[in-house]
C-alpha cells in the first residue's frame, strides 16, 4: 500500500519537472516575441503600453496575452493530460479560474496552480529590467486553499534581450531551495547557489520600502526613512559622515525579482506595505492604487526554504487566498538576525501612525 505522503511527494517532483518544461517554453516564447519587436502583438512598446486593457488585478498588455495563451496550452499538455488541475491567473475568463482538462469541475482537481505568467511585465517590455515567471502549486481545498497551502514553488527569469543568462529558482517545502543559470544561447544549465545575506546590519546594503506608484509616496518615504534613523542613529552632518550612503534601496517593480533579491543575497529587507495605506487613501479622498497580489507572491516559498523570514507586516503568518484581487502586504529579512533586530521598529512605527493594532 502507497503511503499517502509519499505519494504526494512523488507527484511534486514528477510535477515539478512537468512545470519546469512549461516556464522553459513560455520563456522561449516570449522571448521570440520581443526578437520580433516591431511586428505582431508588440508593435512598438509606446504601442503596447497603449494597447493596455484592464485585468482582475492589474493591467493586461498585449506581450501578457501571449504568455498566458502558451501557459494554458502547456499546462493542459503537460499536467492537465495526466492530472486534473485548477489554474488561478490574472487575465483568464471571469475570475480568474479554470479547471483542466476542458470539462472537469473545480470539485474533481487534485492540485491548484496560481500563476503569474509575467511579473515585472512593465519594466521587461522596455527592456529596462527582466521579468519572472511564478508559479505556486498546493494541494486543492477549492476557495480555502491559501498561500500558506503552496508546497511547491517555481520561478524562471525573463532575461533581457541583450542578456544570454538567465536563472530559474524552486523550492518543495522541507526541501530547500534550489536554482540553475542558464546560457539561452547554448543551452547549457550550471547549478546556482541559493543562499540569503547573512548580514547583521542594513548598513551598506539594500533595504527598500516599495513606493513604485504615485499616490502615498510620501508616507511610504517617512515610514522608510523613520526605520533607518531608528536601526542606523539619524543622519550625521556634512564632515562627520554626512556624506556617506549608510543605505541603499532598490525599487524593482515585480515582486518575483524582489524575492530573488532576497533569496539569492542581493536584499537584506523588502517591505511592501502598500495594503496598509488604505486609510490614508480614504482620507486623502484617492485611490489606492496598484498593491501586490497572490500571484505576484507565490513563489514566497523560495525564499522561505532559502531561509528568508518572510511575514505579514503584524508580525503573523503570511496567509492569503490564492486568488487574482486580493491586496498583500508583506515583510522580508533576509536572515532571522535581521529579522529579530528590525522587524520590533517596523511594528513600532506602523503602530504610532495607526496603520497596525496591537
Request: proline share 5%.
Amino acid at each position: 500500500m502507497h503511503d499517502p505522503e509519499q505519494k504526494q511527494s512523488e507527484q511534486l517532483d514528477w510535477l515539478l519537472g512537468k512545470l519546469r518544461v512549461v516556464h522553459d517554453a513560455m520563456r522561449d516564447k516570449l522571448l521570440i516575441a520581443f526578437e520580433n519587436h516591431g511586428e505582431g502583438v508588440l508593435a512598438t512598446m509606446d504601442d503596447q503600453a497603449a494597447a493596455s486593457e484592464a485585468g482582475a488585478g492589474d493591467i493586461v498588455f498585449p506581450i501578457d496575452r501571449v504568455s498566458e495563451e502558451e501557459l494554458i496550452e502547456m499546462l493542459s499538455r503537460e499536467v492537465a493530460s495526466e492530472v486534473p488541475i485548477v489554474v488561478v491567473c490574472e487575465g483568464l475568463p471571469g475570475d480568474g479560474v479554470i479547471a483542466l482538462p476542458a470539462g472537469t469541475s473545480e470539485e474533481e482537481a487534485v492540485w491548484r496552480i496560481i500563476v503569474d505568467p509575467i511579473d515585472g511585465t512593465r519594466g521587461l517590455m522596455y527592456q529596462k529590467r527582466p521579468g519572472w515567471i511564478l508559479t505556486g502549486v498546493a494541494p486543492n481545498q477549492g476557495d480555502k486553499t491559501s498561500l500558506a497551502d503552496i508546497e511547491l514553488a517555481l520561478m524562471t527569469e525573463i532575461p533581457l534581450l541583450k542578456q544570454h543568462l538567465g536563472d530559474q529558482l524552486w523550492a518543495l517545502r522541507g526541501g530547500g531551495a534550489h536554482g540553475v543559470r542558464v546560457d539561452r544561447l547554448s543551452g547549457q544549465a550550471r547549478t546556482l547557489a541559493i543562499r540569503p545575506s547573512q548580514a547583521t546590519t542594513i548598513r551598506q546594503g539594500f533595504a527598500t520600502v516599495c513606493r513604485f506608484f504615485p499616490g502615498v509616496r510620501d508616507v511610504l518615504a517617512a515610514i522608510d526613512d523613520e526605520l533607518i534613523a531608528r536601526l542606523l542613529g539619524p543622519q550625521p552632518v556634512c564632515g562627520e559622515g554626512g556624506d556617506e550612503a549608510r543605505a541603499f534601496e532598490d525599487q524593482y517593480a515585480c515582486t518575483g525579482g524582489q524575492i530573488y533579491g532576497l533569496a539569492t543575497g542581493q536584499d537584506r529587507f523588502v517591505a511592501d506595505l502598500r495594503p496598509l495605506m488604505q486609510p490614508i487613501a480614504d482620507e486623502r479622498q484617492q485611490g489606492l492604487g496598484h498593491c501586490c497580489h497572490p500571484y505576484d507572491i507565490c513563489t514566497a516559498l523560495i525564499a522561505q526554504e532559502a531561509g528568508v523570514v518572510l511575514n505579514d507586516p503584524r508580525g503573523g503568518e503570511l496567509n492569503v487566498p490564492l486568488d487574482t484581487t486580493t491586496k498583500v502586504a508583506w515583510v522580508g529579512y533576509a536572515n532571522k538576525k535581521l529579522y529579530e533586530t528590525m522587524e520590533p521598529e517596523l511594528k513600532a512605527i506602523l503602530r504610532e501612525r495607526g496603520l497596525i493594532k496591537e
